[in-house]
């Protein structure tokens, strides 16, 4: 969820893409892991579907955060490569993982992981710093009015 939230700060509050409230990011999250062992169940059976890849924004070592390939389907073959982070990014999140996730504080680490991971581009990094000493959930309910810390 936390890449979803920063990439929602890229967007332009007045542009084309939508700049949902904060329970809206969160519902959708809900939902989609809700529903994602379905999803996956017929991404697997389906052989239209020649291609699929999932991630996981996900810390690692020394606290750094990476956007890790979970799940792959080439042709008719799905590979897993996390067994236990694809099994947890199939269960309802806590309301506690989600309070963790959107009370987290934007701070230069943040901004330098995400980018690192390319869970968004480099060039985001002026538009992500001004929201720093917010956490998510702050920098998500300002954007989503229009509104931003200089205003």
Same mark, same amino acid.
């Given at each position: 969820?936390?890449? $979803? @939230?920063? !990439?929602?700060?890229l967007r332009n509050p007045l ?13 959708g999250f809900e939902r989609i892991?809700?529903? !994602?062992?379905?999803? *996956?169940?017929? *991404?697997?059976?389906? $052989?239209? &579907? ?5 991630? %996981? ?7 750094? %955060? =990476? ?6 389907? &080439?042709?008719?073959? @799905? ?10 990014? %199939? ?5 506690? =993982?989600?309070?963790?996730? &959107? ?11 995400? *980018?690192?991971? =390319?869970? &968004? ?6 538009? @992500? =710093? *001004? ?5 998510? $959930? ?14």
């Amino acid at each position: 969820m936390p890449t $979803s @939230l920063l !990439r929602v700060l890229l967007r332009n509050p007045l542009g084309k893409d939508p700049c949902p409230s904060l329970e809206a990011i969160v519902g959708g999250f809900e939902r989609i892991r809700k529903h !994602r062992a379905h999803i *996956i169940k017929k *991404i697997r059976q389906e $052989s239209a &579907v020649k291609k699929y890849e999932l991630y %996981c924004f996900t810390k690692l070592f020394h606290d750094r %955060c =990476e956007n890790l390939l979970i799940a792959k389907k &080439v042709g008719d073959r @799905l590979a897993i490569f996390h067994d236990d982070l694809f099994a947890k990014s %199939c269960e309802l999140p806590t309301k506690k =993982e989600i309070e963790d996730q &959107v009370s987290q504080v934007i701070t230069a680490d943040l901004i330098e992981s995400a *980018i690192a991971s =390319e869970a &968004v581009p480099a060039s985001a990094s002026p538009k @992500l =710093e *001004i929201w720093q000493g917010m956490t998510l $959930s702050e920098a998500i309910e300002m954007h989503s009015k229009g509104l931003t810390p200089l205003t």
